[in-house]
T-cell receptor, first 117, second 111 residues
Framework: DTEVTQTPKHLVMGMTNKKSLKCEQHMGHRAMYWYKQKAKKPPELMFVYSYEKLSINESVPSRFSPECPNSSLLNLHLHALQPEDSALYLC????????????????FGPGTRLLVL | RKEVEQDPGPFNVPEGATVAFNCTYSNSASQSFFWYRQDCRKEPKLLMSVYSSGNEDGRFTAQLNRASQYISLLIRDSKLSDSATYLCVVKLGTNAGKSTFGDGTTLTVKP
């Protein structure tokens, strides 16, 4: 099973709201990722967690706050977002970071389509 | 220069055609290479990893040329269902966790 699940599928929020995106995988993967994707653009890395610790933050604004409660779950907390943050937010996981393509292959969830009004 | 560059496309081909995409990467320390496909409004899905010796999966063949720093994807006997955006992904061995995506090449296969 190579499934990564994400909730919600769609989210509309105002600029003063606080919301959270959730991601879950049960493949025993130790690396998890958040990406942001705008229309007709490739996914853009935001955060990487390895063994539940944040290993990469791609200079993401603090209005995005990631959290990894355990090895299967990854959250992205949203607060005071701007309309330009509207995008598809993708979660992915991989077995690890190194050791060849088998370890490094990322499996993506279906994404949360976010609209900020 | 971008770290990963792909043919901009779009590619419009008839069913049954053979089509090839190229992707170049700038960092010679890159270690792992992948092709993903992404359908409209869906998530990227792994098509195939690319190995030094080249690899084939049915109608799809991937090649890696480390000397020239490019990878390629060949699709034979194109099907309507092959219509998608194809993303080239490159990962440095030393930059733990970070993969670089190309901008993607859009393929439309027509009847």
């Amino acid at each position: 099973d190579t499934e990564v699940t994400q909730t919600p599928k769609h989210l509309v929020m105002g600029m003063t709201n606080k919301k959270s995106l959730k991601c879950e995988q049960h493949m025993g993967h130790r690396a998890m990722y958040w990406y942001k994707q705008k229309a007709k653009k490739p996914p853009e890395l935001m955060f990487v967690y390895s063994y539940e610790k944040l290993s990469i933050n791609e200079s993401v604004p603090s209005r995005f706050s990631p959290e990894c409660p355990n090895s299967s779950l990854l959250n992205l907390h949203l607060h005071a977002l701007q309309p330009e943050d509207s995008a598809l937010y993708l979660c992915a996981s991989s077995q690890g970071f190194s050791g060849g393509a088998g370890q490094e292959t990322q499996y993506f969830g279906p994404g949360t389509r976010l609209l900020v009004l | 220069r971008k770290e990963v560059e792909q043919d901009p496309g779009p590619f419009n081909v008839p069913e049954g055609a053979t089509v090839a995409f190229n992707c170049t990467y700038s960092n010679s320390a890159s270690q792992s290479f992948f092709w993903y496909r992404q359908d409209c409004r869906k998530e990227p899905k792994l098509l195939m990893s690319v190995y030094s010796s080249g690899n084939e999966d049915g109608r799809f063949t991937a090649q890696l040329n480390r000397a020239s720093q490019y990878i390629s994807l060949l699709i034979r006997d194109s099907k309507l269902s092959d219509s998608a955006t194809y993303l080239c992904v490159v990962k440095l061995g030393t930059n733990a966790g970070k993969s670089t995506f190309g901008d993607g090449t859009t393929l439309t296969v027509k009847p």
